[in-house]
């Protein structure tokens, strides 16, 4: 297996995002409840998740851009208070910002200095996830996201868009990330090689087809693992 490149997963793979996404759902209630009562009264975060849930099952035209989602959700909780302006950009802020405070695996800072050092590594995220406000940007040639790429994994048009910004083809990919549908198959599928990071150790499920080449419990034993090879 010849590594030129990596593509890396970031929710779940460098960082558990769902602490992260329930602190950004608190920041959130805070700010109606103390600047919009009636809002906060009508959408308490258990409704307002469903109405963000209720958005994704009728804009699958969106189903690629959760930050369209997201101002569609705050957009219709006003409306739905008989409020038709509301202040979506002050309100992107607060849910972005606590959104972006992630705490990073242990290992994931170390060995992306590693990988990074070594190798161009793209991240490759179906989120809104911003490296520059978590302060690793720096570590990736290229950042993929879903929104821009007009699809989510594991469809392969977001794969090969990697690729394409990556100047290699796909099979000189190593494509790292937690989720095995999305990722390892998704990747696996158009034409990557495939590491999984397995934290938990679950087996690979067997309806899925073949086991990624790489099954890790960490992003330090993927470092090692390259490293080893050169």
Known sequence: MRIRALTLDLDDTLWPVLPALERADRDLDAFLKANYPDVARAWPIPAMRALRAEVAAERTDLSHDFTAQRHITMQRAFARCGIDEAPLDTLWEIYFSARNRVDLYPDSLPALQRLAGRWPVASLTNGNADLDRIGISAHF???????????????????????????????????????????????????????WINRAGHPWPGALGRAPDLDLRDMGQLADWLEMRG
């Open 141 to 195: 040639a290229h950042q993929v996201c879903a929104r821009d790429a007009g699809v989510l994994k594991p469809h392969p048009h977001i794969f090969a868009t990697a690729a394409e910004r990556l100047g290699l083809t796909p099979d000189e990919i190593l494509h790292v990330g937690d989720d095995p549908e999305l990722d390892v198959v998704g990747a696996r599928d158009a034409g990557l090689r495939t590491a």
